[in-house]
């Protein structure tokens, strides 16, 4: 790997690598060892379907069996616009044990880009459930090439009234069939080969293709099992899209663990509490809007359930209030932090015991923050983009949030100018803005773009967003740049309130902030209104933009 | 490393490995990582001595810092001769931060023995505990070169008078105050890099110096926690010897854990229980004969302490009344199996929750079963030496127990010939054999050379022995060949009662045999004595095997 590789010591000689000695590191060996040792454990529960460990692995084996004798062949991409079913979470074993790539695709994503992901992705095959039928037709339409089309016909779909129309003869259980349950798949003959495909979805230009590789997903496979503290036959709940930066490599960390895997289709607070009580769930992860559901759940909506869940939210750090009434509810929320380059969270809040005795503000001001390096993380830094010095550790130098190590992406697909813009200087440059604390702790302060200068003062959208959650009356708020002649830029604040709560005049949000904050941070503007969301829960800031552009 | 390694899809082109997503693995930044986020947690205690993890990671960088300033290069040797103390620690992660190979020597093991490994290990620098100085002077004289020696000179053990002279001008404080605490190591430029030389003690010929790499021991480090199940920041007590595999990679574990190490200069009952009461002990690991100290404990040596503690045992299997005893003294066993040449423990016998409803002793025949493959082991088999054929998984054939993956060492020091012996057919054959139960579940059931022939049968010692184990006067038992006109062989066992255990005979342990085994298996003659032990407490059969020849 470097020049003092032809090092020739003793311990270099007569020493190499052989079958007996050397393997690729493969999350898809997990599942091999889960169905070896506890069969009959159960993997993965759907509504009224239910499979073990042994069935989950058959099923999986059948899979990639019936997709090599469809004429796949290393190398090639399998896609799937799939909800979170049993048939998703079996493609991220089936088809990596093909040597094929597993390119997820986000069911948000309109006709175009689906068309987009499929033509510049080159998927040979498209497995695709019938809720996304009428988008995933129009993209087949728009396609220029043919595409072998599998449907997931899910009954618990059916049953939901979620169900589209086929676009195919084969189903997905009938392609099974013609699978063998006792396929004899092999590992990735080096472990840097792609397993898998994950579109980030831009703002702006077409979607960037995110390339992960066999090495980088059994490590953070394992590197959720050691961040979280998970230990025993975890029982984790898909509120997560497992689309997703492959469910965060949660599909691959419940096959290490043997764990049990519940679906969900639609993510709602009553199916949410539904889980909890019927399945003893144990951990589930997702962003924030999950978490406000829960909170703003109606007293039907709500079940009695075996606390403590462990939730691990990213994406945006939990107000306090929040963190509050889900610790009341019987939840231990962990705050993480990552980006579909890094395999999903790369970067966790590790708790300290010390930090149990402080107010729960105190607690949710420590969790704010996004943490530290993950186990297999090597490096995690704040950098001037432009030097690559590290700022201050002060918790106030703003600077570019970087990464490097074994779960950072491989690279961008058939985009090398931006893979090698990303890697400049030996860092993945994330794009995120954040600082450095004492304690060596990172907090996310805002994306390069939503970093907001006014007068020439940096102001972070987040600080003034967090004061904003603190107002009783707020469910979701954003707050981006609104061009000024004066100033450059103008905070404006677009809140949603909560239903049913006291009505709140948009002047009496301002002064709140103005009670909180420096005054040139302050939103000059508020709109009150729903906010546009992606299918993450993230809120669209680009729309919002554009409509403050307008203003 | 494959013929297919030069596939050029569309994965494979522009996406190679680069500074920011590729990184040699290795355990040592499992450190770094504990003194970045944990600095204030303890990380080594050792009688009145106590270290953070920020102290024994600045130690460790001094220990580093001042090895190169010695002149030790990348690939050379540096040995230790160490009891269980903070310095024993701390060169588990300074050594290999100079790129060199930490050769952790058997204290137990005489002048020549020593002198042998020093020699043919080439050792540059040798850091000797004071209470081993008789042996190491002698090995000194004997070693046709000169070596740089530091005397660790610990406090505790002038307390425990068992400290010896001083064999150097150098004292390890004196070495480490000339190291930099804020040394800029740096992670090896490979993975494959050999991190440390652990003679096995064989018990013919010389002994053979089995290589580990980074990246196996990163491997088995994660591997342990795991298994095991571990979470949280563990308190691991040290019954296990560090030079054993390196603690069975459990050094570098509790490094990924933030956990504390808990030092044990003399392995006693009053001493285990001390610790346990002391400090709040959540592990440890060793051989059965820790078990045995702990269950035959008087009164005025046990002290009371928070239940449960985790015991992972490996060599011999948890008999029934041992395990019962644990059991109800607040201990759960955990039985594992692994060799020096895999890194330690690389086999579980992962437990069922179905099984917490069965019967003690049918928890303890389940529990004597060695089990199933660490998540990080590649691949466990019972197969035919000669045609390496697995043998049929049904509790009864014997075959040759085999291991593949990347906790398998990267081979024997020097010696080309053994290691493509050890490796044929891509299985590192282990000499130890055993049968598959139909479960998947590995039980050994001798070494080759422990297994005894009589009239042409098979004969399992460890079966025999296991019978022995049940009377309950019994402490610990071997049972191995004698040669014999008639039979080729016959079995005779050695056994060491109980203290203060009510008088059996000879002929009364014969009798108890023959009431539970084929005439055949049951030893025809019974010796009663103190067996001879390893330090690592395995009984030294070979010993017995000169005496029963000599019979």
């Given at each position: 790997m470097t020049a003092s590789d032809d090092r020739t010591g003793i311990f270099d000689t007569g020493l190499g690598k052989t079958a007996a000695n050397y393997q690729p590191l493969t999350p898809i060996g997990f599942i091999e060892r889960a169905?070896?040792?506890?069969?009959?454990?159960?993997?993965?529960?759907?509504?009224?379907?239910?499979?073990?460990?042994?069935?989950?692995?058959?099923?999986?084996?059948?899979?990639a069996s019936a997709l090599l004798r469809a004429g796949i062949r290393p190398g090639e991409t399998v896609a799937i616009m799939g909800a979170n079913t049993p048939e998703m979470y079996e493609a991220h074993f089936g088809v990596p044990m093909t040597g094929a790539v597993l390119n997820t695709?986000?069911?948000?994503?309109?006709?175009?880009?689906?068309?987009?992901?499929?033509?510049?992705?080159?998927?040979?095959?498209?497995?695709?459930?019938?809720?996304?039928?009428?988008?995933?037709?129009?993209?087949?339409?728009?396609?220029?090439?043919?595409?072998?089309?599998?449907?997931?016909?899910?009954?618990?779909?059916?049953?939901?009234?979620?169900?589209?129309?086929?676009?195919?003869?084969?189903?997905?259980?009938?392609?099974?069939?013609?699978?063998?349950?006792?396929?004899?798949?092999?590992?990735?003959?080096?472990?840097?080969?792609?397993?898998?495909?994950?579109?980030t979805s831009g703002t702006t230009g077409n979607p960037k293709g995110v390339v992960y590789h066999h090495r980088g997903a059994y490590l953070n496979a394992i590197g959720n099992i050691l961040a979280w503290g998970m230990s025993g036959h975890p029982v984790y709940l898909w509120t997560l899209p497992m689309f997703h930066c492959n469910g965060w490599c949660f599909t691959w960390t419940l096959a290490a663990l043997a764990g049990t895997s519940v679906c969900l289709r639609k993510v709602t607070a009553a199916n949410i509490f539904g889980a909890l009580a019927d399945?003893?769930?144990?951990?589930?992860?997702?962003?924030?809007?999950?978490?406000?559901?829960?909170?703003?759940?109606?007293?039907?909506e709500r079940r009695a359930f075996d606390p403590p869940v462990q939730v691990m939210t990213a994406a945006a750090a939990p107000p306090a209030a929040t963190l509050e009434a889900m610790q009341k509810a019987g939840f231990t929320v962990t705050h993480a932090y990552g980006l579909t380059e890094t395999y999903g969270p790369a970067v966790v809040c590790a708790w300290h015991d010390a930090w149990d005795g402080l107010s729960i503000d105190q607690q949710a001001a420590k969790k704010s923050r996004q943490g530290v390096r993950y186990h297999v993380l090597h490096g995690l830094s704040v950098r001037d983009p432009d030097t690559l010095e590290p700022v201050p550790e002060d918790g106030e130098a703003?600077?570019?949030?970087?990464?490097?190590?074994?779960?950072?992406?491989?690279?961008?697909?058939?985009?090398?100018?931006?893979?090698?813009?990303?890697?400049?200087?030996?860092?993945?440059?994330?794009?995120?803005?954040?600082?450095?604390?004492?304690?060596?702790?990172?907090?996310?302060?805002?994306?390069?773009?939503?970093i907001i200068i006014s007068g020439g003062e940096n102001i972070s959208s987040i600080e003034v967003e967090d004061v904003l959650y603190k107002h009783p009356a707020v469910l979701a708020v954003?707050?981006?740049?609104?061009?000024?002649?004066?100033?450059?830029?103008?905070?404006?604040?677009?809140?949603?309130?909560?239903?049913?709560?006291?009505?709140?005049?948009?002047?009496?949000?301002?002064?709140?902030?103005?009670?909180?904050?420096?005054?040139?941070?302050?939103?000059?503007?508020?709109?009150?209104?729903?906010?546009?969301?992606?299918?993450?829960?993230?809120?669209?800031?680009?729309?919002?933009?554009?409509?403050?552009?307008?203003?």
């Open positions: 169905a070896a040792v506890y069969p009959d454990r159960p993997s993965v529960i759907h509504g009224a379907r239910r499979y073990t460990w042994a069935e989950t692995y058959a099923r999986s084996r059948r899979l695709l986000n069911v948000r994503l309109d006709a175009n880009a689906i068309c987009f992901c499929l033509e510049h992705g080159e998927a040979r095959v498209l497995i695709t459930d019938t809720e996304f039928s009428e988008t995933v037709k129009a993209a087949l339409a728009a396609l220029n090439r043919h595409i072998t089309v599998i449907d997931i016909v899910d009954s618990e779909a059916q049953l939901a009234e979620s169900a589209g129309e086929r676009l195919s003869d084969t189903d997905y259980e009938g392609f099974l069939a013609g699978g063998d349950p006792a396929f004899d798949w092999s590992s990735p003959d080096d472990e840097w080969r792609a397993i898998s495909l994950n579109y399945h003893d769930v144990t951990h589930f992860s997702g962003a924030p809007i999950v978490m406000n559901m829960i909170v703003n759940a109606t007293e039907t703003i600077g570019e949030i970087m990464f490097r190590g074994n779960v950072v992406m491989k690279g961008y697909l058939k985009n090398p100018d931006a893979s090698e813009d990303a890697f400049r200087g030996g860092w993945f440059h994330s794009g995120d803005l954040g600082v450095m604390h004492p304690d060596g702790y990172l907090q996310v302060k805002d994306r390069s773009k939503d954003a707050v981006v740049a609104k061009p000024d002649k004066t100033w450059g830029e103008t905070p404006v604040a677009f809140v949603e309130l909560k239903e049913g709560a006291a009505p709140v005049s948009e002047d009496a949000l301002i002064d709140f902030c103005r009670a909180r904050l420096a005054h040139f941070k302050c939103p000059r503007t508020v709109v009150l209104a729903p906010l546009p969301k992606t299918s993450t829960g993230k809120i669209q800031k680009f729309r919002l933009r554009e409509a403050a552009g307008k203003m």
